[in-house]
């Protein structure tokens, strides 16, 4: 079992199942809620390492959340989004964002960045 | 004659046509236009509509006095481009577009007719705004339908791909192989396609 807990954040059913399922296969403890309210009222309560969040959400977008969490930030944050541009990137980091991953993405890249979160809690 | 220009070229900009420069042109023009600008409501006098086809139409080309004639005889709402003769017969170089707003019966209710020389770069600049501007609406709807059909799905197939060999492989070895390279196929897929949006993404910041 991996010592990080995830918060996934998706509204799209298929991916959210499947992404789940995989970083569970891998040892990755995973909670998930579908839209903005219900990752408010969750997450404090989760204890988790890394919130994974998709910037578009049915009741906000991903920006949000994070100014909403405010202390209950995890320590370490990944956007995914299907706009790359370096707006988005840029709105990213300023919101708390660690990585603003562009949809699609390959399994590995999450990995190479949980990876980086894992070696961020050890230190 | 400048004052009228500049009245015109403040409705151009409520319509959303900035970058239109009023040409000037002579004042027997502008005295059609506010003419025709009169002619366009149904409720024209006859007087009025006679001075137009005597004193207006034989300086048209045929072509377009024949599409007016028409427009005014079924009193429908005109939407015209024209081009101009002078009287001894040289084609002028200027369009003349018509914007007309209708009531609820389709009559016109006021209509502001614009030169707009042909041969100036305003006129072309025209023409290049509006063709970059469906360009960039076409763009804006491949890049909609990507992120939210496409992008999104090939996303969830990849984990699903991973998910299935990682279960697979416990199973049997051999279907294992199978299902990872299934797996690499479909991210083989999601490299392509983020290139794709990515020099998507490069061309539309060149752009702006």
């Known amino acids: ?123 | 004659m400048t004052k009228r220009a500049d009245e015109v070229c403040r409705l151009l900009q409520k319509i959303g046509l900035p970058a239109v420069r009023i040409e000037p042109v002579s004042a027997e023009v502008i005295g059609a236009n506010e003419l025709f600008s009169s002619l366009a409501n149904a409720e024209a006098l006859l007087e009025s509509r006679v001075s137009f086809v005597e004193g207006v139409l034989p300086r048209l080309a045929a072509a377009d006095r024949t599409s007016w004639k028409a427009a005014f005889a079924k009193q429908r709402p005109v939407e015209v481009q024209v081009g101009f003769k002078s009287s001894d017969g040289r084609t002028l170089d200027f369009e003349m577009r018509s914007f007309a707003v209708y009531d609820q019966k389709r009559r016109a209710q006021s209509v502001l007719c614009v030169f707009i020389s042909l041969t100036t770069p305003a006129f072309k600049r025209i023409c290049n705004a509006r063709l970059s501007e469906g360009r960039e609406l076409e763009r804006s709807r491949v890049r909609k339908e990507l992120h939210r059909g496409v992008s999104q799905q090939l996303l969830g197939a990849a984990f699903g791909c991973k998910v299935l060999a990682g279960r697979v492989a416990t199973l049997n070895e051999e279907l294992g192989k199978e299902a990872s390279n299934l797996a690499e196929l479909v991210n083989g897929a999601v490299s392509e396609l983020q290139s794709l949006v990515r020099s998507a993404q490069i061309q539309r910041e060149r752009h702006k």
Request: proline fraction near 4%.
């Open chain 1, 1 to 123: 079992m991996r010592s990080l807990s995830v918060f996934l954040v998706e509204n799209h059913e298929d991916t959210v199942r499947y992404m789940q399922l995989y970083l569970e296969q891998l040892g990755y403890q995973v909670s998930v809620a579908a839209d903005m309210g219900t990752a408010l009222r969750e997450i404090p309560n989760s204890h988790c390492d890394v919130l994974i969040s998709d910037i578009g959400l049915p009741d906000g977008d991903g920006w949000q959340l994070m100014e909403k969490l405010g202390s209950h930030r995890p320590r370490f944050a990944i956007a995914m989004s299907g706009y790359g541009s370096s707006n988005d990137q840029r709105k990213s980091r300023a919101a708390g964002y660690d990585h603003h991953l562009v949809k699609p993405f390959i399994p590995g890249a999450l990995l190479a960045l949980l990876s980086e979160a894992e070696k961020s809690k050890e230190t």
